[in-house]
């Protein structure tokens, strides 16, 4: 099986075995960068950082089609999102690894669809559970085996970004029944529906949602967390591959 990763603020880069750069284009224009292929723990991996190389387009400026698609084109057979999120509820404590189950999105102005018109087939995609349920339990299950702790279940909100959340927004969230706020999720994950790629999420919680703690967020204490929590996020990942290869 081909595995497609999508990493950004969590993961910047990923070494595989074999690994190529790979330029290409879409329907869609081009991906946020070149993707990099290769192996990891026996599995054919296709990873691209949709915020760039440089890290340099924001969230509400990636385009989610074109790296989609472009994960479509080399037949990947799953996608897992890596997304550094906000804790909104009590348990999505700094430095945890979280499974998502459901998402609201409030983000706007993205273009969401393949289905847009100039002679494109018009779909209404099932988007009950956003998630896709056997990838989720495989996640799951590799993480037992590994004994890496994985919170299996939260609500993620997805924000237009850049900029961080004020604390009334964060308290709208909460009562929304919002566990995590992150910038990305959207519409990651209903094109990837659309396109019938199985598609999960795993969140790095990076630091308390705004109004959470008493504390300031700062770039510094959220990169520290970030830093420590790699080889954790690393090893889930290298513990997936080599279950799909299996």
């Known amino acids: 099986m081909t595995i497609g990763l999508i990493g950004g603020t969590a993961l910047e880069q990923l070494n595989l075995q074999q690994q190529q750069l790979l330029e290409v284009d879409t329907p869609w224009g081009t991906p946020s960068c070149p993707l990099v292929t290769g192996w990891l723990a026996g599995a054919q991996v296709v990873y691209i950082n949709r915020h760039g190389e440089q890290h340099s387009i924001p969230p509400h400026r990636v385009n989610y089609r074109a790296n989609i698609h472009a994960l479509h084109q080399q037949g990947v057979d799953a996608i897992v999102a890596l997304n550094a999120v906000g804790g909104i509820s009590m348990e999505m ?13 409030y983000s706007w102005g993205r273009d969401h669809s393949f289905s847009d018109g100039d002679g494109m ?39 237009q970004g850049p900029r961080l959340e004020t604390a009334s927004e964060v ?50 204490e959220i990169g520290a967390v970030m830093k420590a929590a790699q080889p954790r996020l690393l090893a889930l990942i290298a513990a997936l591959c080599a279950d799909m290869a299996a």
């Open 93 to 105: 404590t700094p430095g945890s690894l979280v499974l998502p189950h459901q998402l609201i999105d």
């Open 121 to 159: 087939p018009l779909q209404h995609v099932d988007f009950t559970d956003p998630y896709d349920q056997g990838l989720r339990a495989r996640l799951l299950r590799v993480a037992t085996a590994v004994a890496l702790a994985l919170i299996d279940g939260a609500v993620h909100g997805v924000v």
């Open 171 to 220: 308290l709208r969230l909460e009562k929304d029944g919002c566990d995590i706020v992150g910038m990305t999720g959207m519409p990651e994950a209903g094109l990837a529906r659309e396109l019938g790629i199985p598609y999960a999420s795993i969140g790095l919680v990076v630091n308390p949602a705004a109004g959470k703690s008493d504390r300031l967020i700062t770039l510094d």
